[in-house]
């Protein structure tokens, strides 16, 4: 199954695919939302958002509980086992929610789900373990930034700057500002996680 997250951060401006993909929308994210893509569920404690939902939660949460919207957002879809999980809305506004939002990406990839976050300036992936290819416009800058410790690189392709047995270190800047010099980027991560961001500023 396909899944969509729509989170309260900055409003996405761009477009949506949607289209056969469950729709969770978080809360005050319906603000932004809605008109624009289908919802299939509201999810949260709406503490943020005082109009009314259309279709309304099935479930409101307390406002002081130990989960974001966001996070309640990834458990439900992985007891449905969804195979990718995209979230929107996921930049901007609080700092400390767009790091939180991060850790959104390990947990639904930990849960076994594709991962990525689109912002209006960004796209971003979340790998582990093995090998990935992704498609992306010739000559866009690509980050690579290890999350939680080091991440070593055993090969990579398509890029200008090659990662080719290479140890991103968790705490440095190595992997800030690659170039795609192909449409499609291959890479091989032999131990840790990686984060791969393209700037879509320049696309």
């Keep these: 199954m396909q899944a969509i997250v729509l989170l309260n951060g900055e409003p996405y401006r761009g477009e949506i695919y949607d289209k056969g993909s469950y729709v969770i929308c978080c809360d005050g994210a319906y603000a932004w939302a809605k008109g624009r893509v289908h919802i299939d569920e509201n999810l949260g404690d709406f503490d943020s958002y005082e109009g009314e939902v259309v279709p309304p939660p099935t479930k409101i949460y ?9 996070e309640l957002a990834v458990d439900r879809l992985l007891e449905m086992h969804a195979s990718t ?8 506004g609080r700092e400390d929610h767009f790091l939180g939002n991060l850790h959104l990406l390990y947990k639904a990839y930990e849960g076994g789900a594709a991962v990525a976050m689109v912002t209006n300036r960004s796209r971003i992936f979340f790998f582990g373990k093995g090998e990935h290819t992704f498609d992306c416009d010739l000559g866009i800058t690509l980050s690579f930034i290890p999350f939680g410790g080091d991440a070593h690189i055993i090969s990579s392709s398509g890029l200008k700057y090659p990662l080719d047995d290479l140890t991103l270190k968790y705490g440095a800047t190595r992997g800030i500002s690659n170039v795609a010099v192909e449409e499609n980027v291959a890479f091989n991560v032999g131990s840790g996680y990686v984060l791969v961001i393209g700037n879509m500023e320049e696309a």
């Design 62 to 70: 307390p406002s002081e509980k130990n989960e974001t919207d966001g």
């Design 85 to 92: 999980i995209t979230f929107y809305g996921g930049g901007g």
